[in-house]
């Protein structure tokens, strides 16, 4: 079964600090992997997405990640975030025609 | 232009109740997604809708469970006599084509945070 780890459930860093969000996935043959943000009571937005291609994806608000095949990994970056990046991120894999299945989620804050 | 709509956002029920939460998609969109999202953890897929049939229901909990979308658009999941532990965030989505293809993206609704007492 596909399974999807996020290494980390809370990372807290300083404004205009660099950022990295951990994710780890499952092997498969097919593999498409997402970045979600959930901002507080509100649902889910896609940051970026990974079909194949380029292995470092650029997204939306600065975001950017790097798909590493031999480490299974797909890792978020930013170079520098803002205090509006408050939100909790989701990392995602679909493996083909399977089902899209989500880690448990990093709270990112960041600190005035 | 119109996103997901989910109704109603906050929902209390005592244990033993039924509810039913409503999901409006995208116009359009062909595949609708119904997620379960307890506190701290990620979604977790409940079921699955390519227009208005159900193609997958496997992440239900429970035959207390029940979705429907009978037309093709909105959607209904209802939940038969509350528990505790349906307590969660409900969350629908939606994407174009159908879900066999990871390049359609899902987008996602803003849930119905559902307590059960």
């Known amino acids: 079964a596909q399974s999807v780890t996020q290494l980390d459930s809370q990372v807290p860093v300083f404004e205009e600090a660099p950022v990295e969000l951990r994710c780890n996935y499952s092997?498969?043959?097919?593999?498409?992997l997402f970045w979600y943000v959930q901002y507080p009571n509100q649902g889910l937005q896609l940051l970026l997405k990974?079909?194949?291609?380029?292995?470092l994806v650029k997204g939306i608000n600065g975001f950017e990640a790097e798909f590493n095949k031999s480490q299974t990994s797909f890792h978020l970056r930013k170079p520098s975030v803002h205090i509006s990046d408050t939100a909790e991120y989701f990392c995602?894999?679909?493996?083909?025609?399977?089902?899209?299945?989500f880690g448990k989620g990093t709270k990112l804050t960041v600190n005035p | 232009g119109a996103g997901v709509s989910q109704s109603p956002r906050y929902k209390v029920a005592k244990r033993g109740q039924d509810v039913a939460l409503r999901c409006d998609p995208i116009?359009?969109?062909?595949?609708l997604f119904w997620y379960q999202q307890a506190l701290g953890q990620g979604p977790e897929f409940l079921t699955y809708?390519?227009?208005?049939?159900?193609l997958d229901k496997s992440g239900l909990p429970s035959d207390r469970f029940f979705a429907e979308r009978p037309e093709g658009s909105v959607s209904t999941l209802k939940i038969q006599r509350t528990q505790q532990e349906d307590s969660a965030v409900y969350l629908c989505?939606?994407?174009?084509?159908?879900w066999g293809r990871g390049t359609d993206t899902q987008y996602f609704g803003p849930g119905t945070r559902l307590t059960v007492l």
């Open positions: 995602g894999h679909q493996g083909g025609s399977e089902k899209l299945v």
């Open positions: 092997s498969s043959v097919s593999v498409y």
């Open positions: 989505a939606s994407s174009l084509g159908d």
């Open positions: 990974y079909l194949s291609g380029s292995t």
């Open positions: 116009s359009g969109h062909v595949s």
């Open positions: 809708f390519q227009n208005e049939a159900q």
